[in-house]
């Protein structure tokens, strides 16, 4: 097992353009999870999966992000009209239970 | 509201014991974190101990839990130059809603080892 993997690992778009980011989470994991982390910051939940059922989201996720996990395995994490605000690490992490959650390498993202 | 706070900076010397603080807030959090992250690099898991326990050792790392204060440390024994990164602690809060992945992080200690 490799771990959680997240693709791309880099990405420069142009405010305005729309960006996807793909996750693989542990295999057999049953819970999916994307937090955000800007500069200096610590990491900000985003939203939560287990299985393919989104549970929670939270505030932070405006209406322009959009995640899927249409067969319970990997998840997409969509933004649309990129803003040069939603410049930040994209951090995927997966558990099998509550209390260990395994973070990905995350995905950059560099709006100019 | 739920908050995690963490001094910033931490500079030890080579083979001292490194001793990183965190205080919460939320008293019904049942896990908590200790995370490691490498400049570019994603969190890495380095322990994380349930609220019922006081101390949780794991070769290099012990974790002391104060539930009372609501005081984390992660002590570092023997540190190396390869312990320099980023350390986050984290909580789980216990009664968000019933959140099932809500970690909230503080901002992170940057720990310094020096030759």
């Known amino acids: 097992d490799t771990g959680v993997s997240q693709d791309p690992r880099h990405k420069i778009t142009k405010r305005g353009q729309n960006v996807t980011f793909r996750c693989d989470p542990i295999s057999e994991h049953n819970r999916l999870y994307w937090y955000r982390q800007t500069l200096g910051q610590g990491p900000e939940f985003l939203t939560y999966?287990?299985?393919?059922?989104?549970?929670?989201k939270s505030r932070l996720l405006s209406d322009r992000f959009s995640a899927e996990r249409p067969k319970g395995s990997f998840s997409t994490l969509e933004i649309q009209r990129t803003e040069q605000g939603d410049s930040a690490m994209y951090l995927c992490a997966s558990s099998q239970n509550r209390n260990t959650i395994y973070f990905g390498e995350g995905s950059w993202l560099t709006v100019v | 509201g739920e908050d995690v706070e963490q001094s910033l900076f931490l500079s030890v010397r080579e083979g001292d014991s490194s001793v990183i603080n965190c205080t919460y807030t939320d008293s019904s959090s049942t896990y908590l974190y200790w995370y490691k992250q490498e400049p570019g690099a994603g969190l890495q898991l380095l322990t994380y101990i349930f609220s019922n326990m006081d101390m949780k050792q794991d070769q290099r790392l012990t974790v002391l839990l104060n539930k009372k204060d609501k005081h984390l440390s992660l002590r570092i024994a023997d540190t190396q130059t390869g312990d320099s990164a980023i350390y986050f602690c984290a909580e789980t809060p216990g009664n968000y809603g019933g959140s099932q992945g809500n970690l909230i992080f503080g901002k992170g200690t940057k720990l310094s080892v020096k030759p």
């Open positions: 999966f287990q299985n393919e059922a989104q549970l929670e």
